[in-house]
């Protein structure tokens, strides 16, 4: 059990940092080449490596959750206050820190989050929700292989058109519709691969070489498309397109056959803070991208800056909230 425990915390860990990582490089992703074709590219880069980030956490909660043990009711107390408590916390901000209009956010919460990044708590509770009705049984790897490859490419409707003359052929029409069950396919995924005997031969530097490729495919696709429309089009960058899917199968193998022993020390203090730290992330980086504390004129110095004040001031806050909150209900 601590074999697992180490790899999923590492893992865990690791999600945490590429979050913060799409949503510091974001700003120069979105802008376009006024920044700079190099710094673009830089930036592009590191998006599409950290775009696994989210399917990565919906994958550990399916390994947790979809086997023998199922989330429970204090799994849902503590997602559901997470959401309540984050959302105070970014209404707080709002209102004291930024023009947003604080009334519109409260108004819509229910359909839209009160910040961008609390999207996640949402989307997680309808995971949970389908824990408790979904036991994963062990399958093979060429089973999974065909699942991912139907499921996740062939049949995606994030997957880029085909065609042949007149005969569209990508992607294949199952009736799959909507991102809801790309989520629950990362938490079916995460339990299966988790489970499975993944530690063979020539395993993990297939997983690293797939991961760079999905990455690799992801920034050339993204700035193809750059090109095509003008403008930046998230349409190589989406959480379900099926070069993110396939990356974020091969990291979970990467790290499961090589990191799996215990935590490393760094990312077992990251993985223990990690929820507090996504909830007060985006507000350090909002405020120092909206109050010109940052330096996008030289985006080799901006970035890792960005980068280094946002994960030092979460993981602060993150660390006293905790010292607050004994029983761990939002931290």
Known sequence: MMQKIGWIDNLRAVACLMVIMIHTTTWYVTTGMSVGEHSWDLSNLLNSASRVCVPIFFMIS???F????????????????CLL????????????LTPINEVTSVKNLLQKPIF???WFFFAIIAIYMFSPLIQVKPVSAGYMAIVILV?????????VDGSIARFHWLPVNLYINGDSIYYLLYALTGRAIGTMKTDRPGVSWLAAITFIACVLVIAFGTKRQFAINGAFADTWYLYCGPAVFIAAVSLLVLFKNTLNDRPLPILATISRY??????????????????????TDHPLIDIPLVFAITLGGSLLLAIG???????????
């Open 321 to 331: 909230l905790q010292r607050i909150d004994k029983h761990h209900l939002v931290s």
């Open 85 to 96: 408590f984050y959302s105070a916390i970014a209404l707080a901000y709002i209102t004291l």
């Open 62 to 64: 399916g390994y947790l």
């Open 116 to 118: 961008y990044h609390l």
């Open 274 to 295: 990690s929820l507090p730290i996504y909830g007060f992330h985006a507000l350090f980086i909002h405020y120092m991208r909206t109050h010109g504390l940052d330096n």
């Open 151 to 159: 499921l996740a490419v062939l049949a995606n409707p994030n997957t």
């Open 66 to 81: 979809f086997g023998e043990r199922s989330a429970q009711k204090r799994h849902f107390l503590r997602v559901v206050l």
